[in-house]
């Protein structure tokens, strides 16, 4: 069965700071790469996917990742973050063939001023 | 404006009581999901409708019956609730397998 790893539970970065919010993946067939973030008391809102294509996927606020198929991986990146940005964000994957989306843990990322 | 909505955005209640939780989208998708978010933040998916038919029926108590009366609507309906039964719960929908696109959030709390 497919899963997701989130490395991190907490990540604390200070304002200006780059951030990298780590993710790696189970599944050697193709797949679908999404991350998702959560402000408090809100639903989830789509940051970026990888469908095909480009290995650099760039999304809203400023995020961007890059799909590594060779180590199953897809890492968040922000390179300067704001107090805007506290918030859970999660990783899902939904794989080739599959209709269910699964999700990792959840990286709650708190940026200090 | 709103894409996907649900109500309520609250329900407190009593053990042993039964509830609904409803849906709609306005995207003209043809897929919708119901998800379960724990207090650790955990997300699950619960059950996924495709054009009004059942595709994803994970692990759930019976208690817990989806409806969709059409491919705008998915109702969730909660018998005999139970205090493991307090959690988020989201409704989302997609065009197949592309982006899900979730609701504020039900947040059920069972005394």
């Known amino acids: 069965a497919q899963s997701v790893t989130q490395l991190d539970s907490q990540v604390p970065v200070f304002e200006e700071a780059p951030v990298e919010l780590r993710c790696n993946y189970s599944?050697?067939?193709?797949?679908?790469l999404f991350w998702y973030v959560q402000y408090p008391n809100q639903g989830l809102q789509l940051l970026l996917k990888y469908l095909s294509g480009s290995t650099l996927v760039k999304g809203i606020n400023g995020f961007e990742a890059e799909f590594n198929k060779s180590q199953t991986s897809f890492h968040l990146r922000k390179p300067s973050v704001h107090i805007s940005d506290t918030a859970e964000y999660f990783c899902?994957?939904?794989?080739?063939?599959?209709?269910?989306?699964?999700f990792g843990k959840g990286t709650k990322l708190t940026v200090n001023p | 404006d709103t894409a996907v909505s649900q109500t309520p955005k609250y329900l407190v209640t009593q053990m042993g009581n039964d509830k609904s939780i409803k849906c709609e989208q306005n995207?003209?998708?043809?897929?919708m999901y119901w998800y379960k978010q724990d207090s650790k933040k955990f997300l699950k998916i619960m059950f996924s409708y495709n054009n009004k038919e059942l595709i994803i029926n994970e692990t759930v108590p019976n208690r817990f019956s989806p409806k969709s009366p059409d491919k705008a609507h998915l109702n969730l309906h909660i018998n005999s609730l139970e205090l493991g039964d307090s959690a988020v719960y989201f409704c989302a929908s997609s065009r197949g397998t592309d982006t899900q696109y979730f609701g504020p959030g039900t947040r059920l709390t069972v005394l």
């Open positions: 995207l003209g998708h043809d897929t």
């Open positions: 599944s050697s067939v193709s797949v679908y």
């Open positions: 899902a994957v939904h794989q080739g063939g599959s209709e269910k989306l699964v």
